[in-house]
C-alpha cells in the first residue's frame, strides 16, 4: 500500500478506542500475569543484591546504585536474554562503568557472581 492516505485511514480503523479496549480487554490476564512474574522475580532478585551487599559490608545507603546496577544485569540476562560469554563481557562492562561511579568493583563482582552467576570474561 503506497497510498499514505489509505495506510493512514488503514490505521485510523484499527486503533479506535474500542477496538483497542477490546485488545486490551482479551489479552489483560495474560498481561498482568506476566506482570506479576516479573515483579516477583525482580522484588526476589533484589533481595539477593541486597542480601549480597550486607554480606559485603555495604551500608545501606549506598544500596540504591548497587541495586540499579543489578536492575541493569537483571534486564541483560532477563529481557534481553544475553548469556555466556556474552552476558560476561557485558557484565564486566557494566562493571566498570558503575566502578567509575565511584561503587566498589569488589562488591560489583559479587553480585555478578552470586546473584546472576555470572563469571569473568574469559578475554
Not at 551487599?53 to 536474554?81: D, I
Request: proline share 4%; hydrophobic share 40%; with cysteine.
Amino acid at each position: 500500500m503506497s497510498d499514505p492516505t489509505k495506510r493512514i485511514e488503514a490505521w485510523n480503523a484499527k486503533t479506535t478506542p474500542e477496538r483497542t479496549k477490546q485488545t486490551l480487554d482479551a489479552r489483560h490476564a495474560d498481561m498482568q500475569r506476566r506482570y506479576a512474574a516479573a515483579m516477583t522475580a525482580l522484588c526476589s532478585m533484589e533481595g539477593q543484591v541486597k542480601t549480597t551487599l550486607n554480606a559485603q559490608g555495604v551500608h545501606t545507603s549506598l544500596y540504591v546504585p548497587y541495586l540499579n546496577f543489578g536492575r541493569q544485569l537483571w534486564k541483560m540476562t532477563r529481557q534481553q536474554e544475553i548469556s555466556g560469554e556474552s552476558a560476561a563481557m557485558a557484565a564486566q562492562v557494566l562493571l566498570e562503568k558503575w566502578a567509575s561511579r565511584g561503587l566498589n568493583p569488589k562488591v560489583l563482582a559479587a553480585v555478578h557472581t552470586e546473584v546472576f552467576d555470572i563469571v569473568e570474561p574469559k578475554t
